[in-house]
Nanobody
């Protein structure tokens, strides 16, 4: 059974940093692109960042570009999201997911095996 588990969320002051982890089990993820999405209360799920299967290409939404860095460690079967210079609008539940269909990296419909999410709260 494929399972993705996010961790690393928490409460941080504006300007601070957090590093999220997405640990996969049930299959090796080295053949898959993986993405991070987030969902704030009352809002739709929003694409944040994605990394292709080899790690050679990384993609970011405009709202996090320059502040967040995605990376992967296929030996550990884990994808990371380093978040820096956090601002209150980054407050959300962050999810990782496995890309199961071809197409653009920012469409949630192309992803599956969603994790349960990890809460990130940025105080002002």
């Amino acid at each position: 059974q494929v399972q993705l588990v996010e961790s690393g969320g928490g409460l941080v002051q504006a300007g601070g940093s957090l590093k999220l982890s997405c640990a996969a089990s049930g299959l090796p993820v080295n053949n898959y692109a993986i993405a991070w999405f987030r969902q704030a209360p009352g809002k739709e799920r929003e694409y944040v960042s994605a990394i292709n299967w080899s790690g050679s290409n990384r993609y970011y939404s405009d709202s996090v570009k320059g502040r967040f860095t995605i990376s992967r460690d296929d030996i550990k079967n884990t994808v990371y999201l380093q978040m820096s210079t956090l601002i209150p609008v980054d407050t959300a539940v962050y999810y990782c997911a496995l890309k199961l269909a071809s197409g653009n990296f920012y469409s949630a419909d192309d992803y599956g095996h969603w994790g349960q999410g990890t809460q990130v709260t940025v105080s002002s």
